[in-house]
């Protein structure tokens, strides 16, 4: 913690819940809180408030915060890493440190496939619902259908594009409201890492 200002891990602490519920709770917007280079930050002079007037408890005083629907059926999940980020305009590096953990439904990051995310930066993908700072799924995986959408590393840099196959050439497409993005035409010399299972806005 620094200067009062907590991560959602130590948010989760102070209020004896787990990561998924805080998620949820931000997803609601109950609870206060900002963001910082697209992390959740919170003040703590804002989080002791917060408990006391939800739920009568003295300022500075841990709180205990149900889990909601945590029952035999409740829906199970799996940590899936976010590893950096990859463009939706020009290809830049992808960054292979693990920034934070989230917790995914199994019915989306089904098993026993590997899943990770990225953030994605630019307007390439924006008619395709990927946005300037949405997270992305992706499906680990090192072919592609024509029509998927993948993250495709090129030259040691990630995009993430349409991938059409037409013989000896491959056209990651953007599929964008801006003219300036265009096609990019290769041969076989890139790789895929994987296929978008779903954008996961506002986190």
Not at 30 to 53: G, I, S, T
Not at 135 to 162: F, M, P, W, Y
Request: glycine share 6%; net charge neutral.
């Amino acid at each position: 913690m620094t200067q009062d200002i907590m991560t959602i891990e130590e948010v989760a602490g102070y209020l004896k819940a787990s990561i998924t519920t805080v998620y949820r709770m931000l997803k609601a917007k109950q609870v206060p809180a900002f963001k910082v280079r697209n992390q959740w930050r919170f003040k703590k002079e804002d989080l002791d408030l917060w408990v006391k007037n939800h739920t009568g408890a003295e300022k500075g005083a841990a709180v205990f915060v149900a889990e909601p629907f945590v029952d035999a059926d409740s829906e199970q999940t799996v940590e899936v890493p976010v590893v950096g980020r990859a463009a939706c305009g020009m290809p830049m590096l992808a960054e292979e440190n693990i920034e934070q953990m989230i917790p995914v439904s199994k019915k989306i990051a089904s098993p026993p496939y590997k899943y990770y995310m990225l953030r994605a930066k630019g307007d390439s993908m924006n008619e395709a619902g990927i946005n300037d700072g949405d997270l992305v799924l992706v499906r680990q995986q090192s072919t592609a259908r024509h029509g998927d959408i993948v993250v495709a590393l090129i030259d040691d840099e990630a995009t993430i594009k349409e991938y059409n196959s037409t013989g000896s050439a491959v056209v990651l497409k953007p599929h964008s409201t801006n003219p300036a993005h265009r096609p990019i035409i290769l041969m076989r010399d890139f790789m895929v890492q994987g296929v978008v299972v779903t954008t996961i806005a506002g986190i």
